[in-house]
T-cell receptor
Framework: TQLLEQSPQFLSIQEGENLTVYCNSS?????LQWYRQEPGEGPVLLVT?????EVKKLKRLTFQFGDARKDSSLHITAAQPGDTGLYLC???????????FGKGTMLLVSP | ETGVTQTPRHLVMGMTNKKSLKCEQH?????MYWYKQSAKKPLELMFV???????ENNSVPSRFSPECPNSSHLFLHLHTLQPEDSALYLC?????????????FGDGTRLSIL
């Protein structure tokens, strides 16, 4: 069974701070997806990282896929209250297979 | 118009009731999914449909019964549920059933079992 561990489980910070959340597994994934779920809504895909060592940027969000394709990180620069939400990582297997989700990191950014 | 629409948004029911959750996608996708989201647990995949055929059933109790009449609509029929079934039920769709394709989620139905 493939498992994804996300840390921290909960993070409460002030507006303007930087933060990093992690997604780790003992399994190799062909790619990894990051979703954000805002309160009262469903998850929305932010990015997919495919190549080991890949770095993708989405405005103030930087996503990195580990060289061995077992782990990933999300770094947010100068967090804003609009970044508040549950950040989920999901590992992608090969061929026909379902996504493996982590439990998520709940981020609260206060003004 | 949102891509994936779920109704109702909230549902409170007794253990002996029968109700149905509805999901509709306007994205032209061929695959649809039901997930259960409980506090402090990963998203749990319940059912997968590809072109109206069920391709995966993750050991879900028979009190949950899915139905996919066409590739745009997905239902989850509920019967004799237990308190531990209280959760957020999310529907998703994707172009095809291969996992490398991004999934588009609805906003979920918050289900409370009394």
């Amino acid at each position: 069974t493939q498992l994804l561990e996300q840390s921290p489980q909960f993070l409460s910070i002030q507006e303007g701070e930087n933060l990093t959340v992690y997604c780790n597994s003992s399994s190799v994934f062909s790619s990894l997806q990051w979703y954000r779920q805002e309160p009262g809504e469903g998850p929305v895909l932010l990015v997919t990282v495919v190549t080991g060592g890949e770095v993708k940027k989405l405005k103030r969000l930087t996503f990195q896929f580990g060289d061995a394709r077992k782990d990933s990180s999300l770094h947010i620069t100068a967090a804003q209250p609009g970044d508040t939400g549950l950040y989920l990582c999901a590992g992608v297997g090969s061929g026909y297979s379902t996504l493996t989700f982590g439990k998520g990191t709940m981020l609260l950014v206060s003004p | 118009e949102t891509g994936v629409t779920q109704t109702p948004r909230h549902l409170v029911m007794g253990m002996t009731n029968k109700k149905s959750l509805k999901c509709e996608q306007h994205l032209g996708h061929n695959a649809m999914y039901w997930y259960k989201q409980s506090a402090k647990k990963p998203l749990e995949l319940m059912f997968v449909y590809s072109l109206e055929e069920r391709v995966e059933n993750n050991s879900v109790p028979s009190r949950f019964s899915p139905e996919c009449p066409n590739s745009s609509h997905l239902f989850l029929h509920l019967h004799t549920l237990q308190p531990e079934d209280s959760a957020l039920y999310l529907c998703a769709s994707s172009p095809g059933v291969y996992s490398n394709q991004p999934q588009h989620f609805g906003d979920g139905t918050r289900l409370s079992i009394l």
